[in-house]
């Protein structure tokens, strides 16, 4: 039976604490359907065996599995995504409306570049959101699929948000980079941002992953 748990569990990719559980629950079945066949009369070697051969060749049920593992993973991924950039607009909106970062004239351009990042920011929050009841009927393509598709997803909406983060700072000049070092408010959105950046930047990392495994492994 271990050799199965093993053959199983070398073929199969994705979050440590799913893999794991997934992998315990294979081997609790494989020891409850041994222990049966023990109960039927047959020596442990012969149950053990019996169990096996009932269960199936790993190499032709790992992709249901990894089917499972893709869903976890793009699942986990959207649904930051879809939380992360609501919640990082408002906070920004917010900061910039009630707070003396935005006291000042915004430089032409600054509040267009503004309000399109907004609209994008909800836009990657409402396809994530999306995508999550979609992998409760998808197939094991399909699930790996969605997780690359949120994977990307999330870093090229990183790559743009950084990008009109950038600008608009340059474009603010000096004084809105003082504004934001001696506001409170500020420093703490900056660092919610910073934080929820690097989660997606983990979360799509591991899911555009999935693009690159070997396809045996699928």
């Known amino acids: 039976m271990s050799a199965v748990v093993d053959d199983l569990r070398a073929r199969l990719r994705g979050p440590h604490g799913v893999r794991k559980e997934l992998l315990r629950e294979v081997e609790d079945g494989l020891r409850d359907a041994a222990e049966a066949y023990e109960q039927a009369g047959l020596p442990p070697a ?9 269960f199936g060749d790993p190499a032709e049920l ?13 699942r986990r991924a959207a649904l930051l995504i879809a939380l992360a950039y609501p919640t990082l607009t408002l906070a920004w909106d917010a900061l910039w409306r009630y707070t003396s970062v935005g006291d000042g004239a915004s430089p032409d351009g600054v509040a267009t570049v503004a309000g399109a990042l907004d609209t994008g920011s909800y836009g990657a929050a409402i396809a994530a959101a999306v995508a999550i009841p979609l992998y409760g ?33 340059q474009a603010s000049g000096d004084h809105a980079v003082r504004e934001f070092e001696s506001n ?8 919610l941002t910073v ?24």
């Open 137 to 169: 009927r998808a197939s094991a393509t399909t699930a790996r699929r969605l997780t690359v598709g949120i994977g990307f997803l999330g870093w090229l909406s990183l790559l743009l948000i950084l990008a009109t983060s950038i600008w608009m700072a």
């Open 62 to 74: 790992a992709p249901l599995y990894q089917a499972e593992l893709d869903a976890s993973r793009g």
């Open 46 to 54: 012969e149950a053990a065996r019996k169990a096996a051969d009932e």
């Open 184 to 191: 409170v408010p500020s420093m703490l959105v900056v660092g």
């Open 195 to 218: 934080a929820a950046s690097l989660a997606i930047a983990s979360t799509a990392t591991l899911a555009v992953s999935r693009w690159w495994v070997p396809r045996a492994a699928r």
